[in-house]
């Protein structure tokens, strides 16, 4: 990964991938500044987690950025979105299962209702 220590194209001097102009001759160093608001960052990874689908098309949309902030986002929004998915698949299941192991066990074991 290149990506941590990056230099100037122009005059070769070591850039941090934080900057946004080379200090030395004041190159622009991100082409497409894209910069994306923390709290519409928060929204859309609260979507994904919450509303699985959903956080999927912002997801998509921020992964076609030619931003690698953008891009960042896209990811971590598709992650969340997957991981989200599963979590509630095997939530359903599960709570599905010990409620039809509860349901299961009045069927067989009546116990006290057939006394009356
Ligand atoms: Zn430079």
Do not use: R
């Not at 497409?32 to 956080?55: D, V």
């Not at 690698?68 to 599963?86: C, D, F, H, R």
């Amino acid at each position: 990964m290149d990506n941590m220590v990056s230099t100037c194209p122009i005059c070769h001097q070591p850039t941090s991938p934080e900057w946004y102009f080379c200090p030395n001759c004041g190159k622009e160093l991100k082409a497409k500044l894209i910069k994306i608001p923390l709290i519409t960052q928060i929204g859309i990874y609260a979507l994904s987690i919450f509303l699985p689908p959903l956080g999927l098309w912002p997801g998509i949309k921020y992964l076609g950025q030619k931003s690698q902030e953008a891009k960042m986002v896209g990811i971590v929004a598709i992650t969340l979105t997957i991981v989200s998915s599963v979590v509630t698949i095997w939530l359903t299941f599960h709570y599905l299962q010990s409620y039809l192991a509860i349901y299961n066990g009045l069927l067989t074991n009546p116990s006290g209702l057939s006394s009356f």
